[in-house]
C-alpha cells in the first residue's frame, strides 16, 4: 500500500510563476514531512521540511504547507526558475531519525 | 570528501551473481540508510543502522539481501543470486542520528542485472 502519494506524475509552469506540487498520505502517526529535489544521476537533495505541530513552513522561494485533516500537503515555489526544473519527492516519517517513505515524485519542467 | 559516496556507480550482472555494493557515510554521522529506486518509482527504504543499535531491516524485499556497517562507518549492500528484478538504483543516506530527520544522499549506484 501506497502510503505517501504524489498523484501528478508531471508539471509544467512557466518561468517566474508559481509552482504547486501536491503529496497526499494515509498514515495519521506520520508526524514530520520533508521535500527533495532530484536530479538526474544525482542523490535526492533536502530542499524543507515541516512538523506536524505546524502548519506552514518558508525558507526563501519554497514555502511548504500542511493540512492535517485531509493529509495533504503541498510545496510551492514562487517565483519558479528553470533552474528548479528537477523531480520532486515528498517524504514521510514518524519520529526521529527512523526511514522515509517516499512519494514517486512529480517531475517539473520550468519554461522560460 | 564532505558528501556521501557510492561506488560503483554503475554495475552490470548477469543473473545468479553476486553483487556488493558500497557506502561511505558523510563523516560524524551516525546513522546510514539504504533507499532503492526502480524505474519509474519512488525510494524505497531497505535498512537503516543506527550507532551501535540492532539495525531496522524490515524494508529488505527477500533474504537474498543482507547489509553489514562495520566500524560504525562503511556500509556494504550484498544481493546473492541476483534477479532481473533487483535492477534498480540504489541509494544511500546518512543523517547525524537518532534525533535528525534530514537525510544525506548518495548518488547511487545504478544496478543492471541482464
Known amino acids: 500500500d501506497q502510503q505517501v502519494k504524489q498523484n501528478s506524475p508531471s508539471l509544467s509552469v512557466q518561468e517566474g510563476r508559481i509552482s504547486i506540487l501536491n503529496c497526499d498520505y494515509t498514515?495519521?502517526?506520520?508526524?514530520?514531512f520533508l521535500w527533495y529535489k532530484k536530479y538526474p544521476a544525482e542523490g535526492p537533495t533536502f530542499l524543507i521540511s515541516?512538523?506536524?505541530?505546524?502548519d506552514k513552513n518558508e525558507d526563501g522561494r519554497f514555502t511548504v504547507f500542511l493540512n492535517k485533516s485531509a493529509k495533504h500537503l503541498s510545496l510551492h515555489i514562487v517565483p519558479s526558475q528553470p533552474g528548479d526544473s528537477a523531480v520532486y519527492f515528498c517524504?514521510?516519517?514518524?519520529?526521529?531519525?527512523?526511514?522515509?517513505?517516499f512519494g514517486q515524485g512529480t517531475e517539473l519542467s520550468v519554461k522560460p | 570528501g564532505a558528501g556521501v559516496s557510492q561506488s560503483p556507480s554503475n554495475k552490470v550482472t548477469e543473473k545468479g551473481k553476486d553483487v556488493e555494493l558500497r557506502c561511505d557515510p558523510i563523516?560524524?554521522?551516525?546513522?546510514l540508510y539504504w533507499y532503492r529506486q526502480s524505474l519509474g518509482q519512488g525510494l524505497e527504504f531497505l535498512i537503516y543502522?543506527?550507532?551501535?543499535?540492532?539495525?531496522?531491516k524490515s524494508g529488505l524485499p527477500s533474504d537474498r539481501f543482507s547489509a553489514e556497517r562495520t566500524g560504525g562507518s562503511v556500509s556494504t549492500l550484498t544481493i546473492q543470486r541476483t534477479q532481473q528484478e533487483d535492477s534498480a538504483v540504489y541509494l544511500c543516506?546518512?543523517?547525524?542520528?537518532?534525533?535528525?530527520?534530514?537525510?544525506?544522499f548518495g548518488p547511487g549506484t545504478r544496478l543492471t542485472v541482464l
Open positions: 563523516s560524524g554521522h551516525t546513522a
Open positions: 515541516i512538523s506536524s505541530i505546524k
Open positions: 543516506a546518512s543523517s547525524l542520528g537518532w534525533a535528525f530527520n534530514e537525510q544525506f
Open positions: 543502522f543506527q550507532g551501535n543499535s540492532a539495525p531496522d
Open positions: 498514515n495519521s502517526m506520520f508526524d514530520y
Open positions: 517524504a514521510a516519517t514518524v519520529g526521529q531519525g527512523g526511514k522515509l517513505i
